[in-house]
Structure formats: structure tokens, C-alpha cells
């Protein structure tokens, strides 16, 4: 990821930007709206329990120590998958997230969930990093 990011420096134009958007590698939740609050389904796990995320983090601090790039602002932002039911998440998470672990505790409690409010609405709830790099 290091030689990626000195690549990329090289590529761009003088006074050139890379934007750097990414997970912060903290748990991804589940989450059930219920009425005016919401409650926790539980967390989806990684195959490769989220190396990614740490590896990425590890690049960025690596290439700013060397002074291949600066970061001129970061933030973070909360990103939602929404889906009709938890059914349908699943379905979704199953064909486009490889790595994607869904364990048969949050499957279990999804299902409680669903026999006790009826099939409902489900957020699946991730914090993202974004950062301006010079």
C-alpha cells in the first residue's frame, strides 16, 4: 500500500489532491429502527477480520512520516446501507461483500427482533474516515 501511495504522488498534477475515504475499521453494526429510538442487531465480522482497514492506516501514517504526502484535513462520517428487512440485507451483503461474516448470534437476534415487532427496516451502520491529502 506504500508503493501504491508514493505511485499515486508521483501521477499527481502539482498541486494535486487525493482524497483518502475508507472504513475506520471499527466494528460495522447492525441496527433495527424501533419507533422514535433503535436498537443494536449486532456486528457484521470480516473474513479477513478488517487486516485492510489497520494495513491502510499504517500506509497513510507511513507515507506523511516520509513526507510523501500531508493531511491538509480528515473527518469522519457515518455511512448506512438501508434495507427493507434484515432478509433482504442479508441477501444483499451475501452477493457484493466477499469478505462479509454474518454470525448465527446477530442472525438469531434478528429474528427475535422480527418475530417480536414484525419484519421491519434494518440499517447497517459503518464510520468512515475521509481525509484531504497534499
Known amino acids: 500500500m506504500v508503493h501504491a ?8 498534477k502539482t498541486g494535486g ?20 429510538g433503535e436498537m443494536l442487531i449486532g456486528h457484521l465480522q470480516e473474513t479477513d477480520d478488517y487486516i485492510e482497514y489497520r494495513q491502510a492506516e499504517a500506509a497513510l501514517q507511513e ?10 484535513k480528515a473527518g469522519e462520517f457515518i455511512f448506512q446501507v438501508h434495507a ?20 448465527e448470534g446477530v ?3 434478528a429474528k427475535r427482533l422480527d418475530d417480536r415487532y414484525g419484519v421491519g427496516k434494518v440499517l447497517l451502520r459503518e464510520r468512515v474516515l ?5
Do not use: H
Open 17 to 36: 489532491v487525493l482524497i483518502d475515504i475508507r472504513p475506520n475499521g471499527e466494528l460495522v453494526e447492525f441496527i433495527r429502527p424501533l419507533g422514535s
Open 130 to 134: 475521509i481525509s484531504l491529502l497534499e
Open 63 to 72: 507515507v506523511v512520516a516520509c513526507g510523501t504526502f500531508q493531511i491538509k
Open 84 to 103: 427493507d428487512s434484515f432478509a433482504n440485507l442479508k441477501t444483499f451483503l451475501d452477493e457484493t461483500w466477499s469478505d462479509s461474516l454474518i454470525t
Open 5 to 12: 501511495l508514493r505511485e499515486i504522488r508521483k501521477l499527481l
Open 107 to 109: 442472525i438469531s437476534q
